[in-house]
């Protein structure tokens, strides 16, 4: 396994429909992150986990949730979401703590399209 | 309120020429990082280069390389003898060194290399 895998790479949902996105990081880190990137648009970032708390979260509505079961594992799940809410949601590790150096290990991505 | 700022949302160059990305952040803060990081399509997110705003030294990596001028905020990414697989969107961000992990991130300069 390398560096940092999110599943599913593509999901297409309806409105009323709930669904998880997940990332996994073998690297050995103690942060996580959630993105949002749209086209033309810097990234935006959703939530941060720090050894497994939850130290960001910019004001993300709550049809997204988190969660973070350990250093390893961070799911983003999903519920009544817009169209807006359309997407790549990118996951990143980085090595968190006082060893954190702001470089950042990502993920390829999972394309969500609501509908 | 911290600012990253890619003026070029598009620039092609053929194979094999220099190529230069701007970028132009706004902060109050004295110690920070910059980074370019390169996103190829339909690819993982990758560190090209980072900068420690102290070190006056500008940083390379092979064919990449910065001008960081801190008085004026640039941080600008010369690729030099360009290649095929540089083909990417390229994205400047910065962190303050005590940021609680928060990168500021730039919109993006999408770069075509041609044949």
């Known amino acids: 396994e390398t560096g940092v895998t999110q599943t599913p790479r593509h999901l297409v949902m309806g409105m009323t429909n709930k669904k998880s996105l997940k990332c996994e990081q073998h690297l050995g880190h103690n942060a996580m992150y959630w993105y949002k990137q749209s086209a033309k648009k810097p990234l935006e970032l959703m939530f941060v986990?720090?050894?497994?708390?939850?130290?960001e979260n910019n004001s993300v509505p709550s049809r997204f949730s988190p969660e973070c079961p350990n250093s390893s594992h961070l799911f983003l799940h999903l519920h009544t979401l817009q169209p807006e809410d359309s997407a790549l949601y990118l996951c990143a590790s980085s090595l968190g703590g006082d060893l954190n150096t702001g470089e950042l290990f990502f993920g390829e991505g999972s394309r969500l399209t609501v509908l | 309120a911290q600012t990253v700022t890619q003026s070029q949302p598009e620039m092609s160059v053929q194979e094999a020429e220099t190529v230069t990305l701007s970028c132009t952040y706004d902060t109050s803060e004295s110690n920070y990082y910059l980074f370019w990081y390169k996103q190829p399509p339909s690819r993982q997110m990758i560190l090209v280069i980072r900068q420690e705003a102290y070190k006056q030294q500008n940083a390379t990596e092979n064919r990449f390389s910065v001008n960081f001028q801190k008085a004026a905020k640039s941080f600008s990414l010369k690729i030099s003898d360009s290649q095929l697989g540089d083909t990417a969107m390229y994205f400047c961000?910065?962190?303050?060194?005590?940021?609680?992990?928060?990168?500021?991130w730039g919109a993006g300069t999408k770069l075509i290399i041609k044949p």
């Open positions: 986990y720090n050894f497994k708390e939850q130290t």
């Open positions: 961000a910065f962190t303050p060194m005590d940021s609680n992990y928060q990168l500021i």
